[in-house]
């Protein structure tokens, strides 16, 4: 575990750890004001969405363990709603550390916000996010912003180097009943801290009975290479998730309240060389991926 603070890139053994174990945390990333004006906004979005249920198709609720009533537990899109979740894409410490796991042509492609309410906190039972058939010659990994503090009430479980696991290895921890723990390991966290985690990393975490809230902001990314060849996106989508990129660099460079950085500068190689005219106002930040599916 490694303070981000005032580093401009992950180290080569914090590189190393994290192609060896799936996982990586990383210490205060996000701080002072930015922290503050980023839980604020996903206050905003948690009373919004469980207030009721939204008949929307960004709101993701399940039932509680408790009542089998709907429980928030999910957000998509996060980035289109609120202008922090822009600026906070733009974080020049995050994307050189990307860049150095997966090179410069790395594209954003999955943002949401994932929760545990209180009380009836949603169950994750364990999994991969995605399987193999997608995955090329680098990983393809998410950037998991922990908005709350996450202790053994309410935090992820991993199984280190099960992103290099067989299939098989696999479903005999998927296919057991229950949640137990046995062989996994805790991540706890605090507020303003980070997790890069492999999408074949075997993870999850137990419902919550507590009356603690943990919320995360999850940005996937993905070599613009792979997902030219391999999917799950058409290639049309690489240059519209290059042009939200931009914008939200942009938007991070504009921002008032982040402190003085080095910004992260966006040159990926041909052939994804890509148009983009500074200042340029996109209409939206949200592509479906339901849209933009192979077929």
Same mark, same amino acid.
């Given at each position: 575990?490694?303070?981000?603070? *005032? !580093?401009?890139?992950?180290?080569? =053994? @914090?590189?190393?750890?994290?192609?060896? *174990?799936?996982?990586?945390? #990383?210490?205060?990333?996000?701080?002072?004001?930015?922290? !503050?004006?980023?839980? !604020?906004?996903?206050?905003? #979005?948690?009373?919004?969405?469980?207030?009721?249920?939204? =008949?929307?198709?960004?709101?993701?609720?399940?039932?509680?363990?408790?009542?089998?009533? /709907?429980?928030?537990?999910?957000? @998509?899109?996060?980035?289109?709603? +609120?202008?922090?979740?822009?600026?906070? #894409?733009?974080?020049?410490?995050?994307?050189?550390?990307?860049?150095?796991?997966?090179?410069?042509?790395?594209? /954003?492609?999955?943002?949401?916000? %994932?929760?545990?309410?209180?009380?009836?906190?949603?169950?994750?039972?364990?999994?991969?996010?995605?399987?193999?058939?997608?995955?090329?010659?680098?990983?393809?990994?998410?950037?998991?912003?922990?908005?709350?503090?996450?202790?053994?009430?309410?935090?992820?479980? %991993?199984?280190?180097?099960?992103?290099?696991?067989?299939?098989? @290895?696999?479903?005999?921890?998927?296919?057991?009943?229950?949640?137990?723990?046995?062989?996994?390991?805790?991540?706890?966290?605090? /507020?303003?801290?980070?997790?890069?985690? *492999?999408?074949?990393?075997?993870?999850?975490?137990?419902?919550?009975?507590?009356?603690?809230?943990?919320? %995360?902001?999850?940005?996937?990314?993905?070599?613009?290479?792979?997902?030219?060849?391999?999917? $799950?996106?058409?290639?049309?989508?690489?240059?519209?998730?290059?042009?939200?990129?931009?914008?939200?660099?942009?938007?991070?460079?504009?921002?008032?309240?982040?402190?003085?950085?080095? $910004?992260?500068? +966006?040159?990926?190689?041909?052939?994804?060389?890509?148009?983009?005219?500074?200042?340029?106002?996109?209409?939206? +930040? !949200?592509?479906?991926?339901?849209?933009?599916?192979?077929?």
């Amino acid at each position: 575990m490694t303070t981000a603070a *005032n !580093r401009q890139v992950i180290a080569d =053994e @914090e590189a190393r750890f994290f192609l060896e *174990n799936g996982f990586l945390v #990383l210490k205060e990333v996000v701080k002072g004001e930015e922290l !503050r004006r980023l839980r !604020r906004a996903m206050d905003e #979005l948690t009373a919004y969405g469980s207030a009721a249920v939204r =008949e929307h198709p960004d709101f993701s609720y399940a039932p509680g363990h408790k009542t089998g009533q /709907p429980v928030l537990r999910r957000i @998509e899109y996060v980035i289109d709603k +609120y202008e922090e979740c822009k600026a906070l #894409l733009g974080h020049p410490f995050v994307l050189r550390s990307v860049e150095k796991m997966i090179g410069p042509d790395l594209i /954003p492609t999955w943002d949401s916000m %994932v929760l545990k309410l209180p009380g009836e906190g949603i169950i994750v039972p364990w999994h991969r996010d995605a399987g193999t058939a997608n995955v090329g010659d680098t990983p393809i990994f998410n950037v998991d912003f922990y908005m709350d503090e996450a202790d053994l009430d309410t935090c992820l479980w %991993v199984y280190p180097g099960s992103h290099l696991w067989s299939e098989d @290895e696999v479903l005999k921890i998927t296919r057991q009943e229950g949640f137990s723990t046995e062989g996994a390991v805790p991540v706890l966290m605090q /507020p303003g801290d980070v997790i890069f985690h *492999n999408i074949l990393l075997v993870h999850g975490s137990p419902s919550n009975t507590s009356d603690k809230l943990r919320r %995360v902001i999850y940005y996937e990314f993905r070599a613009a290479h792979v997902e030219r060849d391999k999917g $799950p996106h058409i290639p049309e989508y690489i240059p519209l998730k290059q042009r939200v990129l931009s914008s939200c660099l942009e938007k991070r460079a504009a921002a008032d309240y982040i402190a003085p950085e080095e $910004p992260y500068r +966006y040159h990926p190689p041909a052939p994804f060389v890509f148009e983009w005219t500074p200042g340029t106002v996109l209409e939206t +930040y !949200r592509y479906p991926h339901d849209k933009y599916w192979r077929k």
